[in-house]
């Protein structure tokens, strides 16, 4: 796949079993969002960030991966850039099923 | 989880959407199988090894994945001691459906 630089923005880059591999590449902070029916994984790539939850927060590093179940709010916040890929059924999306923002990305 | 240094038994780490995420320590030649019913994701966490398929050999070094999709037969083969992360269905048996051998794993 072509280089890119853009920020949450994942590509897909592999598919099985009805999920979606994506890379995404991201710093900021995004939005408190939950997926009802799909468990997310976040596996780091280069860089770390902080998985925000509503009782805690969890840094994830270099190597290291979160998985967030169906229903549990999240946010990631990022200080440097991360690289991170992603799993989670093809018909995910990223902001969650009832918030839509300028980062929505479509299906 | 505890360290492991066996070879060729994955070990489950996480689970989502019905898919398991497992660790798995390799060398040498593994069997030739396939999977009927379920696509299979190889991503290196450290180390190469050579994907054979009946009608090519891939290289998959450190960083890089291989999604073999359902009913392709595939044998990997390693020269020296790999990491993997294998990404498929909760139900799959690591020699497919049709083989068994000693190092086939209990789901």
Redesign the interface.
Known sequence: MPLFSDYWKPKIV????G?H?KLVKAQGEFEWHKHDN????F?V?DGEFDMELKNKTISIKK?E?I?I?KGIEHRPVVKNEVQV?L???ANTVNTGENTKSEVTQKK
Chains 1, 2 share one sequence.
């Open positions: 592999g598919e099985l079993n999920q591999i799909e468990d997310e994984m596996l790539i190597g991966f998985i179940p890929m799993f989670e059924p």
